[in-house]
């Protein structure tokens, strides 16, 4: 099986949370939670079956939840440095931006 397209799941979470700040948009955790869970199953679809990133998403009463970006951003921005996903993965986080970002989380769920 192909590895993942990113390293950690904190390359994409921490990608969406700069575009939505550079977007002027406040990302609400639960819409960062949307994203990251519709990124994994758009870039599975696209590339084949391929992961965009190392992650395991558990079904919670409010929808789809990756613990580990859960725990990490609950009080905020973890304090940890970026790493920009490879310049294909962004083109791709990119798109699905700008079909998805503008959505509401409860239109996302």
Known sequence: ????????????????VEKARFDNIYLQAQK?????????????????????????FVAKSVGPVEPNVFRAFEL?????????PPP???????RLWSRFGHHTTDHLT
């Open 88 to 94: 294909e993965v962004v083109d791709f986080l990119e």
């Open 1 to 16: 099986m192909p590895s993942a397209a990113t390293e950690s799941c904190f390359d994409v979470a921490l990608w969406f």
């Open 32 to 56: 960062l939670q949307r994203l990251l869970w519709l990124a994994q199953g758009h870039y599975a679809a696209t590339y084949h079956g391929r992961k965009l990133m190392p992650a395991t």
């Open 76 to 84: 905020g921005r973890p304090e940890m440095p970026e790493a920009m």
